[in-house]
C-alpha cells in the first residue's frame, strides 16, 4: 500500500466514524442543512440555516427522521440549539489547530453524508460579521463549504471535533469547541444568550505609567441614565481601568469582562477619577 492510499484510508475513516454523530437539519424551505450531536439528545447547528421555530426535523444516519425542539438561538455567533431523543453524541474534541493542519468539513444535507477536505488557514480573534463588527475567536479553514454544510463539524484528519462550519462574508469560518461549549450551556439554562449591560460609552486614552500600573484605561465619555454604571455611580470623565479581577485598557477587555456570568451580579468597578483611585460596586444588568 502506498503512502497516499494509506492517507486516503485514513481520511475515509475520519470521515466515517464524523458521521455517526453528524445529522441533517431540515429546518428551512431550501435545501437542508447540517447538524452535530453535540451530547445525548442535544444537536447543534448554524443559526441562520433555522428559518422556523416549529416543525424542525433532524435526519439520522440512518435516514430516520425524528422531531426536534428548538431550545435557544444565539445569533450573535450563529449557533442554535436543538433538542431531538436520545442521540450518541461526538465524543472526541480536537486540541487547538494549528495554521496548517489538514481538516476536513462534513455535511449530511438531505441525509447524505458528504466531505470536503482542506487545511486551517488562520486561527484567533478575527473579524466576523454576526457581532457589528467586533471581533471573536474563530477558525479559518481554506476549504469549499458546499450549500447544506452550514452547521455541521470541522474535523481533523484524525476525525477529532475542531469546531462547527459555517460562513460570513469574509468566507468559510468555524466557531472553535472552547466557544461553543459555554453557550451551548446557556442556551439549553436560559435558551437565549444572555447579554450583560453596564451602560457607558467610552474610549481608550493613555494613563501616566505609575497609574494602575497598566498603559491605558477607558475615559467615560457617557453615562446612560438609570443605567447600572449611572446607579453605580459612574461619571463621565472617570477613567475605568478594572472591572473584578480583569483590568480594563480598552473596549475589548470591558467586552470580555463584561461576560454573561455577570449579570445580575454586584463586582467592583477600578476607576480614577481626578487622579484619585476609587472603586464602585456595579449590580451588572442585562440587555
Request: charged share 25%.
Amino acid at each position: 500500500m502506498t503512502a497516499n492510499e494509506a492517507r486516503n484510508i485514513g481520511y475515509a475513516d475520519a470521515v466515517e466514524a464524523a458521521g455517526a454523530w453528524t445529522v441533517g437539519v431540515d429546518a428551512r424551505r431550501r435545501y437542508g442543512a447540517t447538524g452535530i450531536v453535540w451530547s445525548t439528545g442535544v444537536v447543534i447547528t448554524a443559526d441562520h440555516v433555522v428559518e422556523r421555530d416549529e416543525d424542525i426535523v433532524v435526519i439520522l444516519p440512518d435516514g430516520k427522521r425524528v422531531a426536534a425542539t428548538l431550545a435557544g438561538r444565539d445569533p450573535a455567533n450563529d449557533l442554535a440549539v436543538l433538542r431531538a431523543g436520545d442521540l450518541p453524541a461526538s465524543a472526541l474534541r480536537a486540541p487547538n489547530p494549528r495554521v496548517g493542519d489538514l481538516c476536513l468539513a462534513i455535511g449530511r444535507p438531505g441525509g447524505y453524508l458528504s466531505a470536503a477536505l482542506g487545511i486551517i488557514s488562520a486561527t484567533g480573534a478575527l473579524w466576523g460579521r454576526r457581532r457589528r463588527g467586533d471581533r471573536r475567536p474563530v477558525i479559518r479553514p481554506d476549504l469549499t463549504l458546499y450549500p447544506g454544510f452550514s452547521g455541521g463539524p470541522l474535523i481533523s484528519a484524525s476525525g477529532e471535533l475542531i469546531g462547527m462550519s459555517t460562513t460570513d462574508r469574509g468566507g468559510v469560518l468555524a466557531l472553535p469547541v472552547a466557544e461553543i461549549e459555554p453557550i451551548v450551556a446557556e442556551l439549553l439554562a436560559h435558551g437565549r444568550r444572555r447579554r450583560a449591560y453596564f451602560g457607558m460609552t467610552s474610549q481608550p486614552v493613555p494613563l501616566p505609567d505609575a497609574e494602575a500600573g497598566q498603559q491605558t484605561g477607558l475615559l467615560v465619555v457617557g453615562v446612560e441614565p438609570e443605567s447600572p454604571a449611572a446607579v453605580g455611580g459612574l461619571m463621565v470623565g472617570d477613567i475605568v481601568v478594572g472591572i473584578g479581577d480583569d483590568i480594563i485598557r480598552d473596549t475589548d477587555d470591558l467586552r470580555d469582562a463584561l461576560s454573561p456570568d455577570l449579570v445580575g451580579k454586584t463586582t467592583s468597578i477600578r476607576i480614577l477619577r481626578g487622579g484619585v483611585a476609587r472603586s464602585l460596586d456595579v449590580t451588572i444588568g442585562e440587555l
